[in-house]
């Protein structure tokens, strides 16, 4: 069969728009497509202009997979793309693996999910391999899960996580035998066996994908792929039991899916470890693709918790959970007077932190499920990065996050004797960390059992976390009171994110371009010490498109490109030394007594916090005006 071309090579071309249509084996987007080539026939320059960007060229693997518009054509979503990628990664697996390799397939509740997952079961089984669907709308890391617990050779997961409901999405994980086959080093391949792919593994699959003729060309079976029942799921929940954290006094909780598909998992998994004050809010708690209650379905966007604000307002509850619709990413809001819906949110910086610090109380004494003997943890004291080559359940601990992620961790790590890294931005990279323990980055991904699922896991996070939540409480402490503890300890490394979200992503490549030629001279009133291109590597890390300004007060900004959304995106830090915080303490309590008001204690890191709020307000206004965006 003569070859579908999946883009235009000199402009609008009809003909290539009609071999698409006729290669199509899905009737609603093949008919689509023909109503925008008759207008387009017609002479509308707005359905030439759409089909010229569904024909600028076919997905390419991101950040994390292959994510788009759910539309006809080779640059958006649909079955006859999902059909190549399946194709293609069946003809990487056979390669390297040979027949009968094994793929683990799992989907969420979007549009068109369900139907990918078949596609590709049909697809793997015909190209000789053992496809294996999870049962339909669960969560990504139960994917994670099962590709690990099964030991098969690569997993796909059908989601677009927290995009807009128009979106779908198809993650890629890989197991440790195609890794074995196409990595120099063993090590490498062992940790990064069960993560999602990165280099060289993506660009193989992609050449594989390039080379598929046509959809009509591959071959597609009826049946004879295996479907997993519900014990799946309880494996997941039983490896969370073995982590050991569990509810040490009573906790109030509000629970969020944001119309995703991990409320019944959430739900069991906290109530197994002893939560049973749960209270999830009812209306966004059923899949629904269409997320009708939020604007987009992203814990981190304004305007997405309200309803549970609402609901925990109602009953009191002394902690928010929310997780994002696939459930891999989790949120945190806690009690708080001061905010005018009476709780706040806190940052992903801030739960990683958080998380970090229990982890390495935890090992330090031996309870952490990582720490095989306080003998191993002891061992591990003053370990260096070059020593993580042991593997994901080595005796060495490492803690990472990625780059974009704040600077407090390491101090954690660092207070504790152990080693922390950064990794570049995703969990494709933080999840294959050799020897790692604990990883998160700032967008609300924290990976608490690596040796289980290499991935982030919104679900056995909110468990560990809502666990330290109790255990505070039942020390007559807080949250707030731990951030305040570890700040005072190492300093307060405080965060904020600025992004632009544009139509026209060509003026995204403007404002890097720009950056990089002539990059601010100061941050925040303090001169700029030190400008890094991370295009051309940083800190052992491979190249990737970013640049980082550090200022001489030792304020951070890194600019990057986002990998899942049309946005440019400004990670900001400023930092304040222990010392700083206790000054600060001391001119409060000295301004209360001078005053004549009693107080019974001041936080260090309350004192402070106007200040580094006005700090980053000034750095967030500064990059406003140098993009004029």
């Not at 073995?242 to 959430?266: K, P, Y």
């Not at 269409?290 to 992203?298: C, K, L, M, W």
């Not at 809001?333 to 992903?348: F, N």
């Not at 980055?441 to 909110?462: N, Q």
Request: charged share 20%; hydrophobic share 45%.
């Amino acid at each position: 069969m003569t070859r579908v071309a999946d883009e235009f090579t000199n402009g609008f071309d009809a003909e290539v728009v009609r071999a698409w249509i006729a290669d199509d084996p899905d009737l609603q987007t093949a008919t689509s497509l023909e109503h925008i080539l008759a207008a387009a026939e017609n002479g509308d320059a707005a359905a030439i202009a759409d089909l010229e960007d569904r024909f600028a060229g076919p997905l390419i693997f991101g950040t994390a997979g292959l994510r788009g518009e759910i539309a006809a054509g080779p640059n958006r979503m649909n079955r006859a793309v999902v059909i190549r990628a399946a194709a293609g990664l069946s003809a990487f697996l056979a390669e390297t693996v040979g027949e009968g390799f094994r793929v683990v397939i799992g989907c969420d509740a979007r549009y068109k999910s369900a139907e990918f997952a078949t596609d590709t079961a049909a697809v793997v089984t015909a190209a000789g391999g053992v496809a294996v669907q999870l049962p339909e709308q669960l969560p990504t890391p139960l994917l994670a899960f099962a590709l690990s617990h099964l030991e098969a050779d690569a997993g796909v997961m059908v989601t677009a996580s927290h995009n807009p409901p128009v979106d779908n999405g198809y993650k890629v994980y890989l197991g440790e035998r195609p890794l074995r086959a196409i990595e120099s080093d063993p090590a490498a391949a062992d940790a990064g066996a069960g993560a999602q792919i990165v280099s060289p593994a993506d660009t193989l699959i992609a050449e594989k994908i390039a080379a598929v003729e046509s959809v009509a060309s591959v071959p597609r079976a009826e049946s004879g792929w295996e479907h997993l029942d519900e014990s799946i799921v309880e494996k997941y929940l039983s490896r969370i039991d073995d982590l050991g954290v569990r509810a040490e006094s009573d906790l109030s909780i509000v629970l969020t899916s944001l119309h995703g598909v991990g409320a019944g998992v959430a739900e069991v998994a906290l109530a197994r470890t002893g939560f049973t004050d749960v209270h999830p809010v009812a209306s966004q708690q059923a899949p629904d693709p269409d997320f009708p209650t939020v604007s987009f379905p992203n814990p981190e966007e304004a305007g997405a918790l309200d309803e549970s604000f609402a609901l925990a307002k109602e009953v009191e509850a002394e902690l928010i959970i929310a997780n994002d619709p696939d459930a891999d990413r989790f949120s945190a809001a806690i009690p708080d007077a001061s905010a005018a819906v009476g709780y706040r949110q806190l940052t992903g910086d801030e739960v990683g932190l958080l998380l970090g610090e229990d982890a390495a109380n935890r090992l330090a004494i031996g309870t952490h499920h990582a720490a095989a003997s306080s003998r191993a943890t002891e061992s591990a004291k003053g370990a260096t990065a070059s020593s993580t080559a042991a593997g994901a359940d080595s005796l060495t601990p490492v803690f990472a996050n990625s780059i974009v992620s704040s600077r407090g961790l390491a101090a954690v790590a660092a207070s504790h004797g152990f080693t922390a890294v950064n990794t570049l931005t995703g969990f494709k990279w933080i999840s294959r960390v050799a020897g790692l323990v604990f990883g998160y980055e700032e967008a609300l991904g924290y990976c608490v059992d690596p040796g289980a699922v290499r991935d982030k896991d919104g679900i056995s996070a909110a468990v560990t976390f809502a666990a330290l939540a109790s255990r505070l409480k039942s020390e007559g402490s807080s949250i707030e009171a731990e951030l305040d503890r570890i700040r005072g300890r190492d300093g307060y490394f405080a965060t904020a994110p600025l992004s632009f979200r544009l139509d026209d992503i060509s003026l995204i490549a403007t404002a890097m371009a720009k950056l990089r030629e002539n990059p601010p001279a100061t941050l925040a009133g303090s001169r700029v010490a030190e400008v890094h291109d991370l295009s051309a590597g940083y800190d052992g890390l491979p190249p990737t498109d970013g640049i980082l300004l550090l200022s001489e007060s030792n304020s951070r900004v890194i600019v990057r490109l986002s990998g899942t959304e049309p946005k440019l995106k400004c990670y900001l830090e400023v930092v304040a030394e222990p010392s700083e915080l206790q000054a600060a303490a001391d001119a409060d309590a000295r301004a209360a007594a001078s005053a004549g008001v009693r107080l019974s204690a001041t936080s260090a890191s309350a004192s402070l916090k106007p200040a580094l709020k006005e700090r980053l307000a000034s750095l967030s206004t500064e990059l406003k005006t140098f993009f004029a965006l």
